[in-house]
């Protein structure tokens, strides 16, 4: 299984010497859980974020009885089919998986017959009915990449960076019927770094959401955890990412440009129009430099060296530090700025 967010193996399971006929094990936090009986449990995911959730289940003692996770679907440039990471490390372990479009009648009595105790679901992917949700004995719970109800919706960890968030976290949530609106079970806090992107966001909190869990689950299994329910007046929405949405426009400030790449790598990716052609940028932070030439317009290259290019925005320097030209690789700017398309006066963000 190749998921860069595979866990580390988990501690050996060993018999409680207080409590006859359990089993512990030491977690992150370096408490012991101990687990009165094995739980029946439905895991739901698709995408990386769910690998280290799955990963965690998988080294407890609980009974993993079925994987839910989309269909195989093309891609690549291929466009060939292509399992999910979940799929791929379900596989690994033999464990029983189902693919279904959607979650019929039909796929609900077969998730019966496993008399399920606890569905997890992390980014599954789709909206699980009603019948499904009052299944397990004890329901069904999300991890959620945001302290509710903040950022609820498909992107909550773009629009945290996006907005300028200092902080952001995991939520341990009771499902319900609405979009990320279910009781929370508790939280985990992490912090946003300045050098944060998506990608490094997102594999934090992809294993402090499983730890979450697991720190958690014996808690929830005994009735434990108090719920608590969001204030909607609080709520806000992460829309879903669209590659238009990468297009950077000069005329903003060069921390607002500067959170726009961290947001959008790896994808859509921040573009900008050199000559014509588009050119993404990977990289790039706020330039401690001063502006110099008080008429010259936003996009406008000021200073192009091996260690950034700096373009003026409509309030200070962004310096870009890896750039990726059409049909090439991302590259870091000292292997692209002694060309003359970057020099000092040329303007970015037009795409004739």
Aim: glycine share 6%; hydrophobic share 40%; net charge neutral.
């Amino acid at each position: 299984m190749s998921s860069r967010l595979a866990a580390l193996p988990a501690p050996p399971l060993t018999e409680c010497t207080t409590h006859p006929n359990r089993v512990a094990r030491k977690i992150p936090s370096g408490f012991v859980l101990v687990y009165n009986t094995k739980m029946n449990i439905i895991f739901a995911g698709t995408p990386e974020f769910a690998v280290p959730t799955l990963q965690a289940l998988i080294n407890t003692p609980h009974r993993l009885c079925a994987v839910l996770t989309q269909p195989d679907r093309p891609a690549g440039r291929g466009r060939h089919m292509t399992a999910s990471p979940v799929k791929e490390l379900a596989q690994a372990h033999g464990l029983t998986i189902y693919q279904p479009e959607r979650l019929n009648a039909d796929m609900i009595q077969t998730l019966k017959e496993y008399t399920p105790d606890l569905m997890v679901v992390v980014a599954y992917g789709q909206i699980l009915p009603p019948a499904l949700l009052s299944l397990p004995r004890l329901g069904c719970v999300n991890i959620h990449a945001s302290l509710l109800p903040r950022w609820r919706g498909a992107a909550p960890i773009q629009r945290a960076i996006l907005a300028g968030d200092r902080e952001t976290g995991v939520t341990l949530m009771q499902m319900d019927n609405g979009l990320d609106t279910g009781d929370m079970l508790t939280q985990t806090r992490s912090l946003i770094t300045p050098e944060d992107t998506s990608e490094t966001l997102h594999d934090r909190l992809a294993r402090l959401g499983a730890d979450c869990l697991i720190d958690n689950l014996a808690a929830l299994a005994q009735g434990e955890l108090t719920p608590t329910k969001q204030d909607d007046a609080q709520a806000t929405y992460a829309k879903k990412l669209t590659k238009e949405e990468g297009l950077i426009d000069w005329q903003q400030d060069a921390a607002t440009l500067a959170r726009h790449v961290h947001a959008f790598n790896p994808w859509p990716v921040a573009y900008t129009y050199l000559e014509g052609e588009r050119v993404r940028i990977w990289e790039a932070k706020v330039s401690t430099e001063s502006p110099i030439n008080p008429g010259t317009l936003p996009g406008t290259i000021i200073h192009s060296t091996a260690t950034g290019i700096d373009i003026l925005t409509g309030k200070g320097i962004l310096k870009l530090t890896k750039i990726q030209m059409p049909n090439r690789q991302a590259l870091p700017v000292s292997q692209l700025f002694h060309s003359n398309a970057w020099s000092p006066g040329n303007t970015l963000g037009t795409d004739t």
